[in-house]
């Protein structure tokens, strides 16, 4: 992306190196946690970016991904830009720390995130008509889910974050819902659930009892040359526990 100089709020930039550090790490044994992480009101944040609370629960197999926020949640999606080139994303977003094999990428590959998105620009869920209109290629300013892996990349701003891309030529693992762009991303089709200030997604993951999970609002962009890092974490507007580490515990 053309960011040379990518705003990253003051409290977000000083927690980004450690964090992306730190999950990239073996996870050490961690004491009990509530179910859900609270985060204090935050004037400074845009209302419907303004963490309150971020949870994750398991129920027969299923987990569902909670977030509540101090405004109107998925009230603010992004201006169009025009086309992919420099197209901006805003997202939930809840890292964790599963391997990303457990979805389908290639193991030990980077952060596993669960997002909740939206960008007017470009549609990345090729198998889904999210608007019921019958065409599958118009629906990406409507919020929908992705995997993602994300990991530290330094074109992306000191101590930032993107979404890996995958290298031309390469042949990584990837979940059977990749929609064909050249980053370690899935459109999987769970539908997020926004409900006055809550947004939820529920969706099916076996075995994750006792994953570490955390709730990140964010904005992303796709580089304006379409050249690697694709696609940058630009801003992150509040982080639930405060330092992205993942106090969380998926119960």
Not at 172 to 197: C, E, H, K, N, V
Not at 210 to 217: E, W
Request: hydrophobic share 45%; net charge negative.
């Amino acid at each position: 992306m053309s960011l040379n100089t990518p705003y990253i709020p003051p409290r977000a930039a000083s927690l980004l190196p450690a964090a992306a550090l730190a999950l990239l790490l073996p996870a050490a044994p961690a004491p009990a946690h509530d179910a859900a992480i609270a985060s204090p009101q935050d004037a400074a944040v845009r209302a419907s970016f303004d963490i309150l609370a971020a949870s994750a629960t398991a129920e027969g197999g299923i987990v569902t991904f909670r977030m509540t926020l101090a405004g109107t949640a998925g009230d603010d999606v992004p201006a169009p830009a025009g086309g992919l080139p420099g197209a901006p994303v805003h997202a939930y977003v809840w890292p964790l720390s599963l391997d990303p094999a457990a979805v389908g990428f290639e193991p030990a590959s980077g952060i596993l995130a669960l997002a909740a998105t939206s960008h007017p620009d470009f549609d990345d869920t090729p198998l889904f008509d999210e608007d019921g209109d019958g065409k599958a290629d118009n629906d990406g300013a409507r919020w929908h889910s992705h995997w993602v892996v994300l990991v530290p990349d330094d074109a992306c701003g000191p101590g930032a974050l993107s979404v890996r891309d995958i290298p031309e030529g390469t042949a990584p693992r990837l979940p059977p819902t990749w929609p064909g762009l050249p980053l370690f991303i899935d459109s999987p089709g769970y539908s997020p659930l926004l409900d006055a200030a809550t947004v939820t997604v529920r969706v099916p993951l076996a075995g994750a009892g006792g994953t570490g999970f955390d709730g990140v609002t964010a904005a992303l962009r796709v580089h304006a040359n379409l050249h690697a890092p694709l696609l940058c974490v630009t801003d992150v507007f509040d982080v639930a526990s405060g330092d992205l580490s993942l106090p969380g515990r998926i119960d």
